[in-house]
């Protein structure tokens, strides 16, 4: 191989080993890789034959405005310049609004709303979760509310969640469509981060996981399905990762990672072709 691949990636995150585990894959097939962040030099961008987004967002809140400016016009110039790009958007990176559409249609999505008007929806809740319809991040900046501090607390372009009682949070790992893995953390990723367990899912949870993953017609990169598993052992979708997720690939054994990076860039050369 022999192509020109920037990575975009934040080294100041702790998340930067997993990009650096795929730069050191594409170096290795014999490619040119660049690691830089969303605001590099933009005279670069028709330097490389593509650009993949990977783990981009800030984790210091201080930055988050700069973060949000400098990503705002990356996607804008790049689709305007029709660069070849990986996870640049997708479903998740124009907002959480979807979550609000997939309840409306009766799919396994945690209930969620964006007007407040539409918590009569919702039926015996005391504690709300509101979170940012354009976040990025996973629990960043969101709120738990009682029902007496709703109204107060609540402002347009936030998403309001019942607080739901849940066992864990199953995450599944997509290289495009195909499921390549699948964690499970206890009692849920954030805030504690928890050691994840690599699981399997019956063929009734996989048929959701494919289904939802389905939903965001994402043909190249990686994505991610977050779900809830309920007290009933039932599942319902949180969230469609497919701007740039976190895969946890260091939580991974070095063969299944090798064989996850190889599904990876064969993905990615198909799309170069």
């Excluded at 730069?23 to 330097?47: C, H, M, P, T």
């Excluded at 849940?166 to 195909?178: I, L, R």
């Excluded at 052992?233 to 946890?248: A, C, G, K, Q, V």
Aim: proline content about 3%; aromatic content about 12%; some cysteine.
């Amino acid at each position: 191989m022999d192509y020109k691949i920037l990575i975009l990636s934040n080294k100041d995150n702790e998340e930067f080993i997993e990009d650096n585990y795929i730069a050191e894959s594409f170096r290795n097939d014999g490619n040119e890789v660049s690691l830089l962040w969303i605001d590099y030099n933009e005279q670069l961008d028709e330097k490389f034959d593509v650009i993949i987004r990977r783990n981009t967002w800030t984790e210091d809140i201080n930055k988050i405005n700069y973060f949000s400016n400098f990503n705002e016009k990356l996607v804008k110039r790049l689709k305007e310049k029709k660069i070849k790009t990986v996870n640049l958007e997708g479903l998740d990176g124009t907002g959480k609004e979807y979550l609000c559409d997939f309840y409306q249609k009766g799919e396994k999505v945690v209930p969620t709303v964006s007007n407040i008007e539409d918590i009569k929806k919702f039926k015996n809740v005391s504690k709300y979760v509101l979170k940012d319809i354009d976040s990025l991040g996973s629990g960043i900046g969101q709120k738990i509310v009682n029902k007496d501090d709703l109204i107060k607390e609540f402002k347009e372009g936030y998403l309001i969640q019942p607080k739901i009682e849940f066992k864990s949070e199953m995450q599944c790992y997509f290289v495009a469509d195909k499921l390549m893995y699948v964690f499970e953390y206890i009692p849920s990723k954030y805030p504690n981060y928890p050691k994840p367990q690599l699981i399997k899912l019956t063929n009734d949870q996989e048929k959701l996981a494919y289904h939802f993953a389905r939903k965001s017609n994402l043909k190249v990169g990686f994505q991610r399905i977050d779900f809830l598993r309920l007290n009933d052992d039932s599942f319902l979708l949180l969230e469609i990762e497919d701007n740039s997720p976190y895969m946890s690939l260091e939580e991974l054994d070095s063969k299944l990672r090798n064989k996850v990076l190889e599904e990876y860039k064969k993905n990615i050369y198909q799309f170069l072709k």
